[in-house]
């Protein structure tokens, strides 16, 4: 699939990228061998690749246990805010 220059325009306006004139024939070349490339990707088959949980053989992520490491300070947080209610911060309505 190969872009327009009006699509490249477009994407520029939404992406508010201001393209000089001089380089839109390489901003349309670039971007429709990068769709290209996607699209090649999105026709291979994956279905049989089993996913990876490391890039690397052998190696595992270390994580660490889920375990509480801090404590609580809730209560004293709030004490400075202007207004609390139930545990929650109460701002001013901003929109009615």
């Known amino acids: 699939m190969s872009l327009t220059r009006e699509a490249v325009e ?3 306006h939404l992406a508010r990228l201001s ?3 001089t380089e ?3 901003y349309v070349t670039s971007l429709s ?3 290209d490339f996607v ?3 999105s026709r291979i088959d994956t279905g049989a690749v089993e996913p990876m949980a490391h890039p690397l053989d052998g190696q595992h992520q ?3 246990p889920d375990v509480v490491s801090e404590a609580d300070h809730r ?3 709030q004490a400075n805010a202007p207004s609390v209610q139930a545990g929650l911060y109460v701002v ?3 929109i009615e």
Do not use: C
């Open 19 to 21: 393209i000089a004139e």
């Open 92 to 94: 001013p309505r901003v």
């Open 33 to 35: 061998s990068i769709v």
């Open 10 to 12: 477009k994407i520029a």
């Open 62 to 64: 270390r994580l660490r």
């Open 75 to 77: 209560d004293r947080y």
């Open 39 to 41: 699209d090649e990707l």
């Open 24 to 26: 839109m024939p390489v």
